[in-house]
């Protein structure tokens, strides 16, 4: 049942419910009119109750397409209290703003400076080729839109990290001022807008975090204030542990023959379990590939030692080249610029480089090769691995921090 705040009575007036009516007003208004949708032009029912607030409800299993979900009481109130901050503030906001052009409807639609912004304000599953598409509206029609999820559709965050399924993820986005990532979501009862600064993903639905929960009223639109990233030992330390088990389950729930990692480095000589412990290293960018760090730079390291073993240096673009073939990109808020962008990852480059500075690699030119003379380079048997994992952890904890900290910086 979609439930609406404008409608249209029998005089052609547009009625918006904006949340200051009495409850007297809303009855005699009830009883004198007659409204309508003004998207699908089908009945609407005023519905005044005491503890709802008051809107206009299409009859039930009808549709009205032009929404991105169906309403809610809390969808309502996000609306109203996003609509009352941004007319305070004496921008040009309108409410469920209607884009006849292209059959959209915003839950309000407003202008800045010369620019125009679409708010979405989010708390249904949606499909990411819907996400996708009114997405692409709003931008093929010069219209920015801003998702913003419904804070009550997150599960409480742990201390050290947040889980976010991929309906979830398509509202992270990327800011490229401070090159970093995050989540915008909005809560109705703090009346705050709650961002989760992201760090790097643990799995491909957990990620480190930091958050901010800043209330409406501190916000000047479209500004957003973001504490800039600083990784720090305490949140990299469990992490960097965590990476010496690692191969031994991703053996155990591996896909034998048909794992294209397994194989890979099966194929090569190489074990899982003796993955060096330069694989599985944070980098900003990392956010935007959708798989975890040990994967996608468990192939880097098949790669790698490949061109070492046929002694062939290889070029940043082979690199891509190689690993867009294993990893897709996360499905996040971006906009058409990003979608099209294919190749050079930020992560790739980023990680290329930490691995220079760590001397893992050698550059020539634009050419990088395996350094052999490293002791952290390869690890050749089982029993020496947490002993070489500990002293690469000691002496190199501080250049990853570093490198994440200042990069694209
Ligand atoms: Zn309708």
């Known amino acids: 049942m979609v439930t609406i705040l404008i409608a249209i009575n029998q005089s052609g007036e547009v009625v918006f419910l904006n949340g200051k009516k009495t409850h007297q007003e809303l009855l005699s208004f009830k009883k004198n009119n007659r409204f309508h949708c003004p998207q699908c032009k089908q009945k609407v029912f005023l519905k005044v109750g005491t503890i709802k607030i008051a809107h206009f409800a299409h009859a039930a299993k009808e549709t009205c397409s032009s929404f991105s979900e169906p309403e809610s009481l809390v969808h309502i109130q996000a609306k109203l209290q996003l609509y009352h901050w941004l007319s305070e503030k004496h921008l040009t906001v309108e409410m469920e703003k209607n884009y006849r052009l292209f059959n959209q409807r915003a839950d309000i639609g407003l202008s800045v400076n010369g620019k125009e912004f679409a708010i979405e304000f989010q708390r249904s599953a949606l499909t990411s080729t819907h996400f996708l598409n009114r997405t692409l509206g709003y931008y093929n029609h010069g219209i920015i839109p801003l998702w913003l999820l419904s804070h009550d559709r997150l599960s409480a965050p742990k201390p050290h990290k947040i889980s976010l399924t991929?309906?979830?993820?398509?509202?992270?986005?990327?800011?490229?001022?401070?090159?970093?990532?995050?989540?915008?979501?909005?809560?109705?009862?703090?009346?705050?807008?709650?961002?989760?600064?992201?760090?790097?993903?643990?799995t491909k639905t957990t990620f480190t975090y930091s958050v901010s929960i800043i209330p409406l009223k501190n916000i000047h639109f479209p500004q957003f204030p973001l504490v800039k990233l600083h990784l720090t030992e305490q949140k990299l330390n469990p992490f960097l542990k965590y990476r010496v088990k690692w191969g031994d389950s991703r053996l155990l729930y591996g896909k034998g023959h048909v794992d294209p990692l397994l194989q890979r480095m099966y194929s090569s000589g190489l074990s899982v379990q003796l993955l060096p412990p330069w694989v599985?290293?944070?980098?900003?960018?990392?956010?935007?590939?959708?798989?975890?760090?040990?994967?996608?730079?468990?192939?880097?390291?098949?790669?790698?030692?490949?061109?070492?073993?046929?002694?062939?240096?290889?070029?940043?673009?082979?690199?891509?080249?190689?690993?867009?073939?294993?990893?897709?990109?996360?499905?996040?808020?971006?906009?058409?610029?990003?979608?099209?962008?294919?190749?050079?990852?930020?992560?790739?480059?980023?990680y290329v480089e930490l691995l220079v500075k760590m001397k893992i690699l050698n550059r020539e030119d634009d050419y990088f090769s395996l350094n052999e003379n490293n002791p952290f380079t390869k690890i050749e048997h089982i029993q020496h691995k947490e002993r070489i994992y500990d002293r690469f952890h000691q002496e190199v904890t501080q250049v990853i921090i570093d490198h994440y900290n200042c990069s694209g910086l």
């Open 166 to 202: 991929s309906f979830h993820q398509q509202f992270i986005r990327y800011s490229k001022t401070l090159k970093q990532f995050y989540l915008l979501s909005y809560d109705v009862q703090s009346m705050s807008f709650i961002i989760y600064q992201l760090y790097f993903p643990l």
């Open 280 to 350: 599985g290293l944070p980098v900003r960018g990392a956010i935007e590939i959708n798989e975890t760090l040990m994967e996608w730079q468990s192939f880097l390291y098949v790669f790698i030692h490949n061109r070492s073993v046929s002694n062939c240096p290889f070029l940043l673009t082979d690199i891509s080249s190689y690993i867009n073939d294993f990893i897709t990109s996360r499905k996040i808020a971006c906009s058409p610029f990003e979608l099209s962008r294919k190749i050079d990852k930020p992560a790739i480059i980023q």
